[in-house]
């Protein structure tokens, strides 16, 4: 069982940064792949990054791509999501997700087993 936490969203003008974090309980957590998702209001659920459990590979939604970067410190159990240049476009509320096994699409939130309850960032113009 894992357990996540998300922090550091927040009200940020437009062309700002924001530093979310994600702390996962566990002793496991190298073992798990991790993933960032966002959903605003009338909205489906859509893939931001993610990073490989084994190589740190990193994988990005190209809406994203060269503005946020996804790390993570398994000594501190923690996935962060560093945003930059942020438009009223990334205004949602943003999800950790954990994924142990491989997964066959980052991208799919099918593929994560656990999931934070999420911290909201607004992006204003």
């Known amino acids: 069982q894992v357990q996540l936490v998300e922090s550091g969203g927040g009200l940020v003008q437009a062309g700002g940064s924001l530093r979310l974090s994600c702390a996962a309980s566990?002793?496991?957590?190298?073992?798990?792949?991790m993933g960032w998702f966002r959903q605003a209001p009338g909205k489906e659920r859509e893939f931001v990054a993610a990073i490989r459990w084994n190589d740190g590979n990193t994988y990005y939604a190209d809406s994203v791509r060269g503005r946020f970067t996804i790390s993570r410190d398994n000594a501190k159990n923690t996935v962060y999501l560093q945003m930059t240049s942020l438009k009223p476009e990334d205004t949602a509320v943003y999800f950790c997700?954990?994924?142990?096994?491989?997964?066959?699409?980052?991208?799919?939130?099918?593929?994560?087993?656990?999931w934070g309850q999420g911290t909201q960032v607004t992006v204003s113009s």
């Open positions: 566990g002793r496991t957590f190298s073992s798990y792949s």
């Open positions: 997700a954990a994924e142990f096994g491989g997964a066959s699409d980052y991208t799919r939130t099918s593929e994560y087993d656990y």
